[in-house]
């Protein structure tokens, strides 16, 4: 489709526009992680790193932290396995419900996140309460991975989708066994798309707050929380701009390296 001068402009320009109303909050955000003035008056006075060792020395941040990396370990965790055991039943099994059941999977990442939170909530308390467990990090890593299962599920179904079944069939008329057919052939097929879709979880674990407001109880505080809770102290101002600047920081590097392996899985 040959499309106009004045067209292409007009689609550069809203491209641009939309790039950066995303793009220029974080990079305010990122350059008052430097800023020398507690007030962040604009253009900054000066650039210090005072506030990123304040930040490093502080052992809330520290705690919340090491809380997140938790959280996300445990429901990427659970997501790489429930998430490859669908997609594997979805695409290689013809079954009553199969379109529901595929439905069903995806719907937790469509649902609001305080919808999700409050059903989570409301199942815990319900569910676990009568049996001793209370909201703590169990339920925290649950609830993400209710929504973790949706990305890795979707990686290996396209992965599925896309190498079909010609290798493990030739293998298997070589005479493999399934267990060998999956060790040597299938999982080979599928390790980016597992580490992809691994990363991608890992990521939308360790940026949640909503769910985890509703799942993490009193003793448990992620870093988008620990945020969230000392966002209008003004003494802590500044820390909150350098944990923010890192948040961002630590979740492009696992998007950018899901997607450089989705792409390069894809051109072989």
């Known amino acids: 489709m040959n499309l106009s001068r004045t067209a292409r ?54 705690d919340a932290l090491w809380t997140s990396v938790r959280a996300g370990l445990g429901a990427t965790a659970i997501a790489l396995v429930l998430g490859t055991m669908a997609a594997f039943a979805v695409q290689r099994h013809r079954f009553f419900g199969r379109d529901a059941v595929s439905l069903l999977i995806v719907l937790p990442i469509a649902l609001p996140g305080i919808v999700t939170g409050i059903a989570l909530n409301n199942a815990f308390r319900t569910i676990l309460e ?36 010609n290798m493990e069939e030739a293998s298997a008329d070589l005479g493999a066994d399934t267990f060998t057919t999956f060790r040597l052939v299938t999982f080979p097929m599928m390790r980016s798309a597992l580490l992809a879709g691994g990363l991608l979880a890992f990521a939308l674990s360790f940026d949640e707050i909503i769910v985890t407001t509703f799942t993490a109880g009193a003793g448990v505080r992620t870093l988008p ?13 500044p820390v909150v701009n350098v944990v923010a600047a890192a948040l961002i920081v630590l979740s492009v590097v696992p998007i950018y390296l899901a997607q450089r392996l989705s792409g390069t899985a894809g051109t072989h």
């Open 9 to 62: 402009l007009a689609l550069r320009a809203a491209l641009a526009l939309g790039l950066g109303v995303i793009y220029v909050p974080l990079a305010i955000v990122l350059l008052n992680s430097f800023n020398s003035d507690r007030t962040f008056a604009w253009p900054p006075a000066g650039f210090t790193t005072r506030w990123w060792s304040i930040a490093w020395d502080s052992s809330g941040v520290r």
């Open 130 to 165: 009568p049996f001793g467990v209370g909201l703590g990090m169990f339920t925290v890593i649950v609830g993400h991975a209710t929504f973790c299962v949706v990305t890795v599920h979707n990686n290996v179904l396209a992965r599925l989708r896309r190498t079909g079944l």
């Open 225 to 237: 929380i620990w945020i969230f809770e000392n966002l209008f102290r003004p003494n802590q101002a």
